[in-house]
């Protein structure tokens, strides 16, 4: 059995110990302000700034442990979401986690990948076939959704030599420059999951005043990923020429239009998603816009 949970008032956040989200996810949490004192054994770090505390772990157990109740968030890639909330579901248990944010980086893809030398006519294909995974569950739902009848093959690591040693036929992977699958002679023939690294946190409302503190971490959060994103441009004009240069901004927020003492001339400020590319400053410049600049933006609070 296990044991009952004790009432905490700190939130605690489980990230990869190591790998390939371990450290983008530390980054993005210090880009909300958080400060940290690491455990002797560095699989804890204890928040100084807010009392959020990080707990260093397995990417595959982060969804149990949020399950648990030992953690509150999670960031993790969307394929082991999905997995565990399909393994949930296969024992009747009712699903226990949602994504809370998209962080658009992590990004890759779950796809069936077949021997190069082989031609693809589709899902009917891999009927009677073993296929190696670390997802099979995943997988289980797709060959469902396609009626096809296939044995998956669960592997937890090195899943493209399979074929090679006779293990599986075929493999279901994860999948970004590709460079993996040919290196195994391999090539993708489809997707089955679009993945991305994701907050993942309970359905439930915390407790304890952990919902408080979650509230805040996740609007820092969308501050600290808007930032990203944004730049400020500024500019000036004169009255007469601002209808007509309105239009042409970049697309982002709605302009700040302040009058300029003594002038015959406006300022314009407008907070920017993505780049300002050149042609835009110089489009802007050609419809009377003069003092352009494109300013990166440190700090945000809707
Ligand atoms: N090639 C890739 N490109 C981009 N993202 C990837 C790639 N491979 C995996 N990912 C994402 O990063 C996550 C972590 O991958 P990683 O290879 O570090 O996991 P792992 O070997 O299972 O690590 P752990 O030791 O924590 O169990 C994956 O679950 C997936 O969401
Ligand atoms: O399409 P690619 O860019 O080649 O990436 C795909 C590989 O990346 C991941 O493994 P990773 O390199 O993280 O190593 P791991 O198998 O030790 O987790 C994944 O399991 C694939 O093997
Ligand atoms: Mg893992």
Same mark, same amino acid.
């Given at each position: 059995?296990?044991?009952?949970?004790?009432?905490?008032?700190?939130?605690?956040?489980?990230?990869?110990?190591? !790998?390939?989200?371990? @450290?983008?996810?530390?980054?993005?949490?210090?880009?909300?302000?958080?400060?940290?004192? @690491?455990?002797?054994? #560095?699989?804890?770090?204890?928040?100084?700034?807010?009392?959020?505390?990080?707990?260093?772990?397995?990417?595959?157990?982060?969804?149990?442990?949020?399950? =648990?109740?030992?953690?509150?968030?999670?960031?993790?890639? +969307?394929?082991?979401?999905?997995?565990?909330?399909?393994?949930?579901?296969?024992?009747?248990?009712?699903?226990?986690?949602?994504?809370?944010?998209?962080?658009?980086?992590?990004?890759?893809?779950? =796809?069936?990948?077949?021997?190069?030398?082989?031609?693809?006519?589709?899902?009917?294909?891999?009927?009677?076939? +073993?296929?190696?995974?670390?997802?099979?569950?995943?997988?289980?739902?797709?060959?469902?959704?396609?009626?096809?009848?296939?044995?998956?093959?669960?592997?937890?690591?090195?899943?493209?030599?399979?074929?090679?040693? !006779?293990?599986?036929?075929?493999?279901?992977?994860?999948?970004?420059?590709?460079?993996?699958?040919?290196?195994?002679?391999? +090539? &993708?023939?489809?997707?089955?999951?679009?993945?991305?690294?994701?907050?993942?946190? &309970?359905?439930?409302?915390?407790?304890?005043?952990?919902?408080?503190?979650?509230?805040?971490?996740?609007?820092?959060?969308?501050?600290?990923?808007?930032? #990203?994103?944004?730049?400020?441009?500024?500019? +000036?004009?004169?009255?007469?020429?601002?209808? =007509?240069?309105?239009?042409?901004?970049? @697309?982002?927020?709605?302009?700040?239009?302040?009058?300029?003492?003594?002038?015959?001339?406006?300022?314009?400020?407008?907070?920017?998603?993505?780049?300002?590319?050149?042609?835009?400053? @110089?489009?802007?410049?050609?419809?009377?816009?003069?003092?352009?600049?494109?300013?990166?933006?440190?700090?945000?609070?809707?």
């Amino acid at each position: 059995m296990t044991p009952p949970v004790q009432p905490r008032e700190r939130l605690r956040v489980a990230i990869q110990k190591s !790998g390939r989200l371990g @450290e983008p996810a530390r980054e993005l949490l210090a880009s909300c302000g958080l400060t940290w004192r @690491e455990s002797r054994d #560095k699989l804890f770090l204890y928040g100084e700034s807010l009392p959020v505390d990080i707990l260093l772990v397995r990417d595959d157990d982060i969804p149990g442990l949020i399950a =648990d109740g030992v953690c509150d968030l999670g960031i993790v890639g +969307r394929n082991v979401l999905v997995e565990h909330g399909l393994e949930r579901e296969a024992q009747g248990r009712p699903a226990d986690l949602n994504e809370w944010r998209q962080l658009g980086w992590g990004t890759c893809r779950l =796809d069936i990948a077949i021997p190069e030398s082989e031609e693809w006519t589709g899902p009917q294909q891999l009927e009677g076939l +073993r296929i190696a995974t670390s997802y099979p569950q995943t997988l289980g739902r797709w060959l469902r959704d396609n009626g096809v009848d296939a044995e998956p093959v669960v592997l937890n690591g090195s899943v493209e030599i399979a074929p090679r040693l !006779g293990q599986a036929d075929v493999v279901c992977d994860l999948v970004s420059t590709g460079g993996t699958l040919r290196a195994n002679q391999l +090539r &993708p023939v489809t997707t089955i999951l679009h993945s991305e690294a994701v907050i993942a946190g &309970p359905r439930a409302t915390l407790d304890d005043g952990r919902q408080e503190i979650a509230d805040l971490l996740v609007r820092r959060l969308d501050g600290a990923l808007q930032l #990203k994103e944004s730049r400020l441009l500024m500019l +000036r004009v004169s009255r007469d020429g601002l209808t =007509d240069l309105l239009p042409l901004l970049p @697309e982002g927020h709605e302009p700040t239009v302040m009058r300029v003492d003594d002038r015959d001339e406006v300022s314009v400020q407008v907070l920017v998603h993505g780049s300002v590319s050149w042609s835009k400053l @110089e489009q802007l410049k050609h419809a009377g816009a003069h003092n352009l600049m494109v300013l990166p933006v440190e700090g945000m609070l809707a």
